[in-house]
């Protein structure tokens, strides 16, 4: 699991379930005249609020996350995880939000004195909470603001010219060099034995265009540059890709095994 491909609004669907959780252990009634002594239970005491609230918007919560981090989520009855998520912190704010209207489940209809208990601080504070977090996981998709990563790349040390390599390794601050690279190759026509043989340097393209590191913000399909529909490779968060060329608001990108794509979606790139 991928957590720099968590966005802004999955932040805000986890902070939504980590209140739920706590409201959960607050009162689920509110009895005016009610002394000081007696105990009002918790929403765990309630099958239905358990079931339907607190349990299926964690679960929601969780398939929501789970979804977003990997490569390529599973899908259940021709759904993807995530939207199974959606559905389950949709169906906890609609829960709650009955909950708030009759927290004592029809008991107050019997003919008794008074009108019933009334919802509680863990009640309220548990509607607001999947409200937050249906809200969060409707809207991600849609808002750009929602959409930005949640962890964003670590900056390069410093750009590095077309064809080189950043400093630690290509695509990742700080990582080795992958083996051989760059090692003495004995027997090569030209070259002393022993001697290291420097790996050719690709030209710059044409043009005012300087070659730069970015990251993206949310993953994205690195098509054919002959045009083909069919993407190539997938441009994860939290890895640095080298932009080698520019075509209008396309870039000609190169991932870390030397493949080259089209990226067609260059909004909210992170520049090196």
């Known amino acids: 699991m991928n957590i720099r491909s968590l966005t802004r609004g999955d932040g805000v669907v986890i902070g939504a379930a980590v209140l739920l959780f706590i ?4 009162d689920l009634y ?4 009610a002394p000081d002594s007696y105990e009002i239970p918790g929403l765990w005491s309630s099958g239905p609020v358990v079931l339907g609230v607190v349990l299926a918007g964690i679960i929601g919560a ?4 789970v ?14 995880l995530g939207q199974f998520g959606v559905a389950f912190t949709v169906f906890a704010a609609w829960s709650a939000l009955g909950n708030v209207f009759d927290p004592s489940g029809g008991a107050n209809n019997f003919d ?12 309220i504070l548990a509607l607001v909470a999947t409200l937050v977090m249906a809200a969060a996981a409707v809207a991600t ?10 962890v964003p790349a670590p900056r390069p040390a410093a750009p590095q010219p077309y064809g080189g390599q950043p400093q630690g390794g290509y695509g990742y601050p700080g990582a080795q060099q992958p083996a051989g690279y760059g090692q003495p190759q004995p027997g090569q026509p030209g070259q002393p ?12 393209p044409a043009g005012n265009f300087s070659p730069f590191w970015f990251a993206v913000p949310v993953p994205r399909p690195l098509f054919a540059e002959d045009g083909s529909p069919t993407p190539i490779a997938e441009l994860a968060p939290g890895t640095w890709y080298l932009a080698v060329e520019q075509r209008g608001q396309a870039l000609v990108a190169q991932t870390q095994d030397g493949r080259r794509g089209v990226l067609q979606d260059t909004s909210g790139i992170q520049r090196g």
């Open 62 to 65: 969780a398939l929501v996350v």
């Open 67 to 80: 979804a977003r981090g990997l490569p390529q989520p599973p899908k259940v009855a021709g759904l993807d």
């Open 193 to 204: 034995y022993g001697e290291p043989q420097q790996p050719p340097q690709p030209q710059p």
């Open 30 to 33: 509110s009895i005016d005249g």
């Open 112 to 123: 008794t004195e008074g009108s019933g208990p009334d919802a509680g601080t863990g009640l």
């Open 23 to 26: 409201a959960s252990f607050l």
């Open 141 to 150: 998709p849609l808002v750009p603001a929602l959409k930005g990563a949640l």
